[in-house]
């Protein structure tokens, strides 16, 4: 028997379709784009950005209020006063948001505000956190560690699963290899491996898989012909001022191109990406 016994397509042969709010749905026919900025840095500026996405033909909104940066120095997010704005956003333009959930601490304030709690791939292996979203009703957005075999982040998604939340979508975003042009180094065969191991959806993040706004586009069509579930991408209006992430972030023009990109390469794999 798998270690992963309830991520596993053994034990679930069908594919797992999760409902994100009213209409969106994730691992079925139709694909997910979530986009917005790295991080909610400022109302007017969110607020801007998430109607920007939206007419760029997002489906549901990203941005951290709690973001884990590699410097104590960093920008760290507006914490509750972020979550605020989000959930703005989302009344404005009616799309659900996802937001990254830190430390267990924080999760009960996180859960009044977001549709998804996201898991990022540095705590991909905190237990405590896994357990605790886990016994949440909210779907959660686990995100590969960055040094996770694909085995271990199934064991990850198993630990949401076995706490009794069956709603994990699983993000690919880049692994860490000897190659440092790029950021990390996106894993598409782990999105295949994923696909045929389990019955979970698994969406790709293009912009922490590569760190270079340029490479987002191409990675993103590779991801969807590869079989993933959609894509979550970080889209900023003015790139280089960005607090955190500015290099890999895509302006709203780039990003509503890549869409229309994105569009042809869906039907040509039997996919749709719904337009509202
Ligand atoms: C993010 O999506 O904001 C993020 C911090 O990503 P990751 O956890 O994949 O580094
Ligand atoms: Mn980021």
Known sequence: MKTYRLASREEHPDDTIIKIGERLTVGGRELLVIAGPCAVEGRELYLEAAELVKAGGAHMLRGGAYKPR???????????????????????????????????????????YADVLQVGSRNMQNYTLLKEVGKTNKPVLLKRGFAATILEWLLAAEYILAAGNSQVILCERGIRTFETYTRNTI????????????????IVDPSHGTGRASMVAPIARAAIAAGADGIVVEVHQNPTEALSDGFQSLTPTCFSHMIDELRLVAEAVGRVLPTY
């Open 70 to 112: 590699t410097s104590p120095y960093s920008f760290a997010g507006l914490a509750q006063e972020g979550l605020e704005i989000l959930r703005e956003a989302s009344r404005n333009t009616g799309l659900p948001i996802v937001t990254e959930v830190m430390d267990a601490r924080e999760l009960p304030l996180v859960c009044q």
């Open 187 to 202: 894993d598409l065969g782990a999105v295949v491996a994923v696909k045929e191991l389990s019955h979970l959806p698994v």
